[in-house]
C-alpha cells in the first residue's frame, strides 16, 4: 500500500536549520507530484512546497511564506523526498507533512485537495 514516513523534524533555535525527508513506497514515485505541507495548531493545512514530476522534476513550487528559505529535492532513485529550511522562525513551527498527488493536466501544486496521499507528519518547533 502507499506509504509516506516523514523524518528529521525537532527543535531548532531561530535562525537555524533542518533538512526533512519523506520516504515513498508502494507507488511509482516518480509518476507523482509530491509536495509539503504544515499545520500549526488552530490553523489551516498550509501548502509549502512541491516538486513536478518527470520529465519536468526540476520544476519546483513554493509559497510565498517559504521562497527563498526553503528547498524542495527529490531523488526518484530513492524514492524519497525533501525540505531543507532555512533561516528558521518560531512562526514556522508547526507539523510537516509530505504529500503524493497523480498528475492530470490541472493539478495544482500547492492545493491539499488535488493531494490523495499523506505521511503521518513531523514535528518541527523552532524556539529560543
Known amino acids: 500500500q502507499v506509504q509516506l514516513v516523514e523524518s528529521g523534524g525537532g527543535l531548532v533555535r531561530p535562525g537555524g536549520s533542518l533538512k526533512l525527508s519523506c520516504a515513498a513506497s508502494?507507488?511509482?514515485?516518480?509518476?507523482?507530484?509530491m509536495g509539503w505541507f504544515r499545520q500549526a495548531p488552530g490553523s489551516e493545512r498550509e501548502g509549502l512546497a512541491a516538486?513536478?514530476?518527470?520529465?519536468?522534476?526540476?520544476?519546483?513550487y513554493y509559497s510565498d511564506s517559504v521562497k527563498g528559505r526553503f528547498t524542495v529535492s527529490r531523488d526518484n532513485a530513492k524514492n524519497t523526498l525533501y525540505l531543507q529550511m532555512d533561516s528558521l522562525d518560531v512562526e514556522d513551527t508547526a507539523i510537516y507533512y509530505c504529500?503524493?498527488?497523480?498528475?492530470?493536466?490541472?493539478?495544482?501544486?500547492?492545493?491539499?485537495?488535488?493531494?490523495?496521499?499523506w505521511g503521518q507528519g513531523t514535528q518541527v518547533t523552532v524556539s529560543s
Open positions: 504529500a503524493a498527488g497523480s498528475y492530470r493536466w490541472d493539478f495544482r501544486p500547492l492545493m491539499r485537495a488535488d493531494y490523495t496521499a
Open positions: 508502494g507507488f511509482i514515485f516518480r509518476n507523482y507530484y
Open positions: 516538486a513536478a514530476i518527470s520529465p519536468d522534476g526540476g520544476t519546483t
